[in-house]
């Protein structure tokens, strides 16, 4: 605030003051009149009375002689007796001689209403006595006397009284400036205190916003990132809890059957709740919209959160493209959510089912282009991506890998004996007892039509028999029917590569494993047989080695015993 405007609110009040004190004023000298008006009459009436008593001639009166009688007079109080043709007869003021001199009185204005409407007012300069005075004057007329009675007085008691209002008004608005001024120092000071404080709130609450805004949206850009749950569950459990305060939180997203909800992230701590639950045991998504477990008003918490007793949780559900994807778990316990922080949790909640949505839907798209229709294994693609990156791997740790190629014995036949909707199943199920008997870490691939391959990391040629002969086993001993009808004894041939023997390279790992596929089933079928690839590998790097032996390339005997060692590990 301006200092200058300051004195804005005294120069008002200042204004004010002055112009109640004018209206004060007029109202003071308008009761002034009218109370020396209602004086002056009643002095006037008790001459009447005297003049009835001492007046008989129309020679001069002496109106000490009425004063003597009537001991109603005040010494203020001048009285002038007039005939009717204006010519004074009597004065209090007065001698005889001196009224003798006195002018004619018909044009005075008092005079004049008073021969005309019975009583006349007037206030003016008296140039006989020197001092301003107050006029009334009545028409007097009896068997004694006939003329006008006029009665003054001086309004120097008027004007001393007006003073003293002047002067307690003065002191009055002076006063009074002085307090308004004193008031708004305090006022102004205390307004700033407020202004400080209110704009420090401002800046604090700005900031908290910004802070909030840019969180949400490196939470959105992050999420929008994310290839997997785990990398989403890394976002989440880092920024969540900057937003809306290190609560215990979770995210269950709905199965694609639509009969279950799975705890898929969580933050804050081992969630409390149940981390599978079915779709109406939320009251969230039985109502379409948030669920307060507690309130002022009911007290009904979810049961899947029946675990927590009466504590306070609440569950928002994630909605993207129209459909509900999953819930927003929060619990509180006993802590309370600010109408802010719940805001701020419905928009992280907007941010989470858009940003899930699109991870489903690319998990989705990466299963399609990865996985085979038909039988849910990898697809070529897959295995020919993935065999590089096991090469790889396996070159830059110094270990083996191997490569089983399978292909179903007479599938053509089985096809025409009982149809293709049983080559189907035996396909899938094939592929289940494959993904079964074989590690975790192991890629089992669908390459095309009934044939088959499997990727072995860390497996060497030896190990790659054990677990082709396995299969092998396991295949026959498969007994399936459909509908009711038994499908008959399964076989399978298998093709056995192994990386660096057969080659360093996918592709010609895959075609030694397929050469060594067809000599199984042309001995005989139901059985496995190693690359024959091996051995020319084996040689060629021998070979090679010898070369290099010749040319000085390996500077010591020790290092050449080591890479001989090498090649015939391999």
Known sequence: MKKHLLFWPCIGLLALTILSGFIMERAFQAWFLDHTDEELSSVASSVKTALNKTYH?????????ITDDTNQLKPNVRITL??????VVGDSELTPSQITNQENHLEREEIREALTDGIGHAKRFSETIQEDLIYLAEYFHDDNFDGVIRVSTSTEHMTEALWGLRTIMAFIVLGMCILVALLIVASQKLLNQHIVSSQEALEANVAERTKEIELLHRLANMLAACNTMDEAQQVVEDIVPRLIGNLNGAIALIRSSRNQLEIKLDWGGKWPGESTYAPHECWALRKGKYHLANDEHTSL????????????????????????????????????????????????GEHLGLALANLNLQDKLREQAIRDPLTGLYNRRYLEESLDHEIMRARRRNQCLSVLMLDMDHFKRFNDTFGHDAGDYVLKSLGSLLTESVRGEDIVCRVGGEELAIILPETGGENAGIVAAKLCENVRQMHLELNG?????????????????????????LKAADLALYEAKES????????QVQTEAMMSNTKNLVEKIMEGSIASENETDDQTDKVAKG
């Open 57 to 65: 001639d129309n020679q001069i009166i002496r109106l000490d002689r």
């Open 82 to 87: 007039l005939r009717k043709d204006g010519s």
């Open 301 to 348: 918490p979810c049961k899947h959160m029946a675990k927590v007793g009466n504590n306070q949780s609440i569950c928002i559900p994630l909605i993207a493209h129209g459909n509900t994807i999953g819930i927003l778990h929060l619990y509180l316990a006993d802590q309370e959510l600010s109408h802010e922080k719940m805001q701020l949790a419905f928009t992280i």
């Open 485 to 509: 009808q038994p499908l008959g004894q399964l076989t399978v041939s298998i093709g056995i590569s192994s990386y660096p023997m057969q080659g360093d390279k996918g592709e010609s790992l």
């Open 524 to 531: 005989g079928r139901d059985r496995f047989c190693y690359s």
